[in-house]
């Protein structure tokens, strides 16, 4: 389907003063509420919310109330993968981007913190981000963004496919630290929304060695058919010579140990899976074999790279989508997840 064209109008964009919010009031227990519609800072924009894709760790936050150290102590609004229409602008942002289709990276950092001045500014010590306690997320009808935060979409691109940048991102940031590239052969733990974009990312990079691990058949025969050049389920060994690279995109101790394992002297091993806080890892392993081993929190300077490989057909993220939800039906979306078939859910307010 191809969308409208991502210019900007100029006529004013009518703006309610309300705005429905999908909120986790406690976990298991999402209630959609009204609130006053944000008023963009200086160097903000207000978005209409368009598109958000519904990520593990909103289900997480749904189930749990928490990941590791970030809890929910009060309502929260979750969302981080979003996509949406710049309807308003601070004083500092040109009238020319209302009207703009936008993904916004949902991630504000501080910009001065030794990380930040550095370029690493997911580490950000004092980072704000969508849907991490205690900052509200993009499940409302309306959501505000810092200006260069906000990516405008070409115009082939739809809403859903820009809301599934974000965790396009995330792959983009594994295989960079892996050091996927032409002729690269790469293990992947785990065939969920994470584990099959590191599947299209690595076969975009050029690697022509591409095995996927899990413990769901349906999955694997997805990653099949998205690039992965062999499945295994998982506890079977992959075969073959070992790899460059381990991306475990499962959080699963077996499939890190299993993975650990299988890299070649000097490899890589990569941890982007959300597990548990303590993992037994073999490090007879690691240091026999001189392995680099690395963890990943989020991304960092992946939006242009996202867009111009959606744009450019190198990945399908559309073929991650099974199920779509109104804003009311939040609550069933958050719990379709655990149902057989599911991949990616989003949300269309």
Not at 130 to 158: H, K, N, Q, W
Not at 184 to 205: D, E, F, K, M, T
Not at 223 to 244: I, K, S, Y
Not at 269 to 292: I, R, S, Y
Request: aromatic share 6%.
């Amino acid at each position: 389907m191809t969308a409208s064209p991502a210019t900007a109008v100029d006529t004013p964009v009518e703006v309610r003063d309300t705005m429905r919010a999908a909120v986790l009031s406690k976990p298991g227990e999402i209630r959609i509420e009204q609130r006053p519609t944000p008023t963009p800072g200086p160097d903000e924009v207000l978005v209409e919310v368009a598109a958000v894709g519904v990520c593990g760790s909103d289900v997480h936050y749904y189930e749990h109330g928490r990941i590791g150290d970030f809890v929910v102590e009060s309502p929260l609004v979750l969302g981080h993968e979003v996509s949406g229409r710049i309807v308003s602008v601070g004083a500092q942002v040109p009238r020319e981007r209302i009207g703009q289709r936008v993904a916004l990276e949902p991630g504000r950092s501080c910009r001065r913190c030794d990380q930040c001045v550095a370029g690493r500014y997911n580490l950000c010590r004092f980072m704000q981000f969508y849907g991490t306690p205690p900052v509200d997320g993009a499940l409302a009808d309306y959501v505000l963004a810092p200006s260069d935060l906000a990516f405008e979409i070409p115009a082939s691109m739809t809403q859903e496919t820009a809301a599934l940048l974000e965790p396009l991102s995330v792959g983009i940031w594994a295989c960079e630290k892996a050091g996927v590239t032409a002729g690269s052969s790469v293990l992947i733990a785990g065939a969920g929304p994470i584990g099959l974009v590191n599947v299209q990312v690595a076969r975009a990079l050029g690697a022509t060695r591409i095995v996927v691990t899990d413990i769901n058949r349906e999955r694997l025969e997805v990653a099949a058919g998205l690039g992965a050049t062999r499945t295994v389920l998982a506890g079977q060994q992959p075969g073959g010579p070992e790899f460059d690279c381990f991306i475990d995109c499962s959080g699963a101790a077996p499939a890190i140990d299993a993975g650990v394992r299988a890299v070649r002297p000097a490899g890589t091993v990569v941890l982007v899976g959300m597990g548990a806080d303590v993992l037994t890892v073999p490090f007879g392993v690691v240091q026999q074999k001189e392995l680099k081993l690395t963890g990943t929190f989020r991304y960092a300077h992946t939006w242009p790279t996202a867009i111009a490989m959606a744009e450019a057909g190198y990945v399908d993220l559309d073929a991650l989508i099974t199920s779509r939800f109104s804003l009311a039906d939040t609550e069933k979306a958050l719990q379709a997840t655990s149902q057989p078939g599911q991949i990616k859910a989003v949300i269309v307010p």
